[in-house]
């Protein structure tokens, strides 16, 4: 059971990445964040009654993790909302290279041959991506020219190559949402050690809520309430999110569960972004996109075997 929980939450981080594309093409990034958990909080408020009994000590660690997420997602949203899609779903996959490192200088864990081999994958998947915008030699781009035919399709085939630049600063923003999403997976599992599901995604996101309207006071950011209610991506964004977390938790809070066959199954979103490059946004090298991410998830099935 737990394994199919975390397929879910795998399976719907991927299709959250979709939505929040989506969602940004109506709304800016503060007003997507703000009534997307707000949204959120609104959908788990229900079970309120369920969240009592949390002492002081556990409270101030689920603020701590609710600020982490807070910005971790100010980051990834800033990335995900002018990176291609496909290439955020790939970057996102060295959450498992934070993980473990995490694991090893907080919990003290050693690495086996295997974790390194699989590690050394991750990393040569992750450096694999700067060779995809690497330019052709003279002749094949001059012939690739010749093909494009019209000025208006060679004008088309530029835009798309832009379109793969990625500016460094929005592929350091993607690596610190993804480093700041491992540190708040590594407190997940010590949480549900003491305290249940429903308490930790209650005063999570009640915490989250927060912490985006002291940011939009303080930074005095303009919402347009309005727009973003009849933003239908934000809501879907928000129910996905209830959803996935709380299979998450759940299994988290199963003692059966192991952190690293969660880490394999989790990397299943990944394959729904590349995908959704392809079909949805219609962006291009889908395929050394997909020879990238095979590197690094044969990179963490032999870290997990």
Request: aromatic share 10%.
């Amino acid at each position: 059971m737990w394994m199919l929980q975390v397929l879910v939450y795998g399976l719907l981080k991927g299709t959250r990445e979709i939505v929040k594309k989506k969602s940004l093409g109506r709304s800016s990034v503060i007003e997507v964040l703000f009534f997307y958990t707000l949204f959120a909080f609104l959908f788990v408020s229900v079970d309120a009654p369920n969240a009592g009994g949390v002492d002081i000590p556990h409270m101030g660690y689920i603020a701590l993790k609710s600020f982490i997420i807070f910005l971790a997602w100010m980051c990834s949203f800033k990335a995900i909302k002018k990176m291609p899609i496909s290439l955020y779903g790939i970057l996102d996959l060295s959450r498992v290279l934070f993980a473990t490192l995490l694991a090893v200088v907080v919990m003290h864990e050693t690495l086996s041959r295997n974790q390194v081999l699989g590690l050394v994958l991750v990393c040569a998947g992750l450096l694999m991506l700067k060779g995809r915008n690497r330019k052709l030699p003279a002749f094949l781009s001059l012939w690739k020219e010749k093909q494009c035919g019209s000025e208006q399709e060679r004008k088309a085939q530029k835009q798309e190559t832009e379109k793969e630049n990625v500016p460094v600063r929005l592929v350091l923003f993607a690596l610190a949402s993804c480093l700041l999403n491992a540190l708040s997976g590594l407190m997940d599992k010590l949480l549900m050690r003491d305290i249940t599901s429903s308490q930790l995604q209650f005063w999570y996101m009640l915490f989250l809520v927060f912490f985006y309207l002291v940011y939009i006071i303080i930074a005095r950011q303009k919402i347009n309430v309005k727009s973003a209610l009849k933003n239908p991506w934000i809501w879907l964004l928000a129910l996905l999110f209830v959803i996935a977390d709380r299979s998450l938790f759940l299994a988290n809070g199963n003692p059966d569960s192991k952190i690293s066959i969660m880490t394999l199954i989790k990397q299943s979103g990944c394959i729904v972004t590349i995908l959704a490059g392809k079909f949805i946004f219609h962006e291009k090298k889908i395929g050394y996109k997909l020879l990238c991410a095979a590197v690094i998830i044969a990179g963490i099935v032999i870290a997990v075997l």
